[in-house]
């Protein structure tokens, strides 16, 4: 089942529709932004993953140095050792590289359909080494007067989760990894429940377990603990391999709605929805047993990695759910929802 209601402007941004903010850099994909409203406009937090124009016989990816400059890597594409089966992630000698280098730009709308970029608005660019293989997919989320970013840090090291906050989009505080690998998919709930704050994350248990959903609670947004699985992955069904969190909750007379993408095993990325106690949020009391949103259009079918739909921010008026979303890895999109339709879906 899909009650999505597609953008007829889609695809909103596509790879040429920036410019790259390094010279020996080119735009591959535009990709999941967290999304927000500020100053009467809607801000996009646009994940822009760049790579390496590439000559014969050899291939190249870009990495941050610890001095945040850029120093590329070559591998020989005959060589033994190199695997570059999957083209999102090339394998040399046992050690993992991303093929694309990743930071974050904003783009504003009064519209909610047409996007530009600022220049009062500077871009956000990974830092240390723990970023190092770049910044990506980040949710943004209002708590308190003060946006909070929470994010994936990639580097040799692992996949983990870095906090950023900042209340004008033009000086930021960065808090460190708060979740260390390999962790992903963080989404903040935006207001304390019995007096603590809660997050959503995607630790992963290749051996025993799997790429599940979890909760935590924290007293400072900093330190998490009291970690929680609370939603897992269902064999023979859409959400079969691998499930994570998309923005933010939702506070819903019913209780807090959430929406998550799910993949099968043919990499199929979709999105469904789960509810948790309004309470007790580490309770689920329904979850979609079909997708509200499947890859249907041509722009999601085909592009850098096909057959994708996701979210990691939206915008809520009433009863209308705004999502932005990247669809094959590639381009960035909108579709609206009614959220009294979405919990009428769930069992």
Same mark, same amino acid.
């Given at each position: 089942?899909?009650?999505?209601?597609?953008?007829?402007?889609?695809?909103?941004?596509?790879?040429?529709?920036?410019?790259?903010?390094?010279?020996?850099?080119?735009?591959?994909?535009?990709?999941?932004?967290?999304?927000?409203?500020?100053?009467?406009?809607?801000?996009? $937090? !646009?994940?822009?993953?760049?790579?390496? @124009?590439?000559?014969?016989?050899?291939?190249? %990816? /870009?990495?941050?140095?610890? #001095?945040?400059?850029?120093?590329?890597?070559?591998?020989?594409?005959?060589?033994?050792?190199?695997?570059?089966?999957?083209?999102?992630?090339?394998?040399?000698?046992?050690?993992?590289?991303?093929?694309?280098?990743?930071?974050?730009?904003?783009?504003?709308?009064?519209?909610?359909?047409?996007?530009?970029?600022?220049?009062?608005?500077?871009?956000?660019?990974?830092?240390?080494?723990?970023?190092a293989f770049g910044i990506e997919d980040c949710r943004v989320s209002e708590i308190e007067g003060k946006y909070?970013?929470?994010?994936?840090?990639?580097?040799?090291?692992?996949?983990?989760?870095? $906090? !950023?906050?900042?209340?004008?989009?033009? @000086?930021?505080?960065?808090?460190?990894?708060? %979740? /260390?690998?390999?962790?992903? #998919?963080?989404?903040?709930?935006?207001?304390?429940?019995?007096?603590?704050?809660?997050?959503?994350?995607?630790?992963?248990?290749?051996?025993?377990?799997?790429?599940?959903?979890?909760?935590?609670?924290?007293?400072?947004?900093?330190?998490?603990?009291?970690?929680?699985?609370?939603?897992?992955?269902?064999?023979?069904?859409?959400?079969?391999?691998?499930?994570?969190?998309?923005?933010?909750?939702?506070?819903?007379?019913?209780?807090?709605?959430?929406?998550?993408?799910?993949?099968?095993?043919s990499n199929r990325y979709c999105l469904g929805a789960f509810l948790m106690d309004i309470n007790n949020p580490s309770l689920v009391i329904a979850r979609s047993d079909e997708p509200?949103?499947?890859?249907?259009?041509?722009?999601?079918?085909?592009?850098?990695?096909?057959?994708?739909?996701?979210?990691?921010?939206?915008?809520?008026?009433?009863?209308?759910?705004?999502?932005?979303?990247?669809?094959?890895?590639?381009?960035?999109?909108?579709?609206?929802?009614?959220?009294?339709?979405?919990?009428?879906?769930?069992?």
């Amino acid at each position: 089942m899909d009650i999505a209601d597609r953008s007829i402007k889609n695809p909103l941004l596509k790879p040429t529709d920036l410019i790259a903010h390094h010279p020996s850099l080119k735009i591959e994909c535009l990709l999941n932004p967290g999304v927000f409203t500020y100053e009467n406009k809607v801000f996009l $937090l !646009i994940r822009v993953a760049e790579g390496i @124009e590439q000559q014969k016989g050899e291939t190249s %990816l /870009p990495t941050y140095k610890d #001095d945040g400059t850029i120093q590329l890597i070559s591998f020989a594409n005959d060589d033994p050792k190199f695997n570059d089966t999957d083209k999102r992630i090339f394998i040399y000698d046992g050690d993992h590289y991303l093929s694309t280098l990743s930071h974050f730009r904003l783009l504003s709308s009064e519209d909610g359909t047409t996007f530009s970029e600022d220049i009062n608005y500077p871009p956000i660019l990974p830092k240390g080494s723990l970023e190092a293989f770049g910044i990506e997919d980040c949710r943004v989320s209002e708590i308190e007067g003060k946006y909070y970013l929470t994010y994936t840090q990639v580097s040799t090291n692992g996949v983990g989760v870095g $906090l !950023i906050s900042t209340t004008d989009w033009k @000086e930021f505080k960065r808090h460190g990894m708060i %979740l /260390p690998p390999h962790n992903k #998919d963080c989404a903040l709930f935006t207001e304390k429940i019995n007096g603590k704050f809660y997050a959503l994350h995607r630790p992963s248990s290749p051996e025993i377990g799997g790429n599940y959903i979890w909760l935590a609670e924290s007293p400072d947004l900093i330190h998490w603990g009291n970690h929680k699985c609370i939603v897992k992955t269902r064999t023979g069904m859409w959400d079969s391999v691998r499930v994570g969190a998309g923005a933010s909750p939702i506070k819903t007379a019913d209780g807090w709605l959430e929406i998550y993408h799910g993949a099968d095993e043919s990499n199929r990325y979709c999105l469904g929805a789960f509810l948790m106690d309004i309470n007790n949020p580490s309770l689920v009391i329904a979850r979609s047993d079909e997708p509200i949103m499947m890859p249907v259009a041509e722009y999601e079918k085909t592009g850098f990695f096909g057959n994708v739909v996701f979210t990691n921010g939206h915008i809520v008026q009433g009863d209308l759910l705004t999502i932005y979303y990247g669809a094959s890895d590639e381009v960035i999109c909108r579709a609206d929802f009614s959220i009294n339709q979405i919990l009428k879906t769930l069992v």
